[in-house]
């Protein structure tokens, strides 16, 4: 499953940084299937973990500048990832990682976005129209 024009939530960093996760994770797929041992799945999961905290924080930080409603439930989600991306991890240093877990991960995400980022992304849009007709 590779990033689409349908997880577009409207806000072209936002969307960058989506496509990445979804690079990140055929990175992955490729590591695991040529079963090359533990270290390429890890270190990229090590990637997207670190890549997720980032991302996670500039999202967060939005939220907060537009006065999200839902920011600390989004927030928890976020950090529900994490654990996935820890548990990841583990697996890959115990070399117990499967195609299956990675696109688990992969579909989690394209969820994620289509429910709770749109959500957050018409909360930001109906803001912003609202301070244009404000100041019209």
Not at 22 to 29: A, I, P, V
Not at 75 to 80: E, G, V
Request: proline share 1%; aromatic share 14%; net charge negative.
């Amino acid at each position: 499953m590779d990033w689409q024009v349908k997880y577009s939530v409207g806000i072209e960093e936002i969307d960058r940084h989506h496509q990445m996760f979804f690079e990140y994770f055929r990175r992955l797929d490729e590591a695991i299937k040529a079963g090359k041992g533990w270290s390429g799945p890890y270190y990229l999961i090590e990637q997207l973990h670190e890549y997720a905290k980032f991302h996670f924080a500039v999202e967060e930080a939005m939220m907060r500048m537009h006065g999200y409603p839902k920011a600390e439930q989004h927030a928890a989600i976020h950090r529900s990832f994490i654990d996935n991306i820890v548990t990841l991890e583990k697996k890959a240093l115990n070399n117990d990682l499967t195609l299956e877990i990675a696109d688990f991960m992969r579909r989690w995400l394209a969820e994620h976005i289509c429910g709770d980022d749109m959500d957050y992304a018409h909360s930001f849009a109906a803001r912003i129209e609202k301070l244009r007709s404000i100041k019209e």
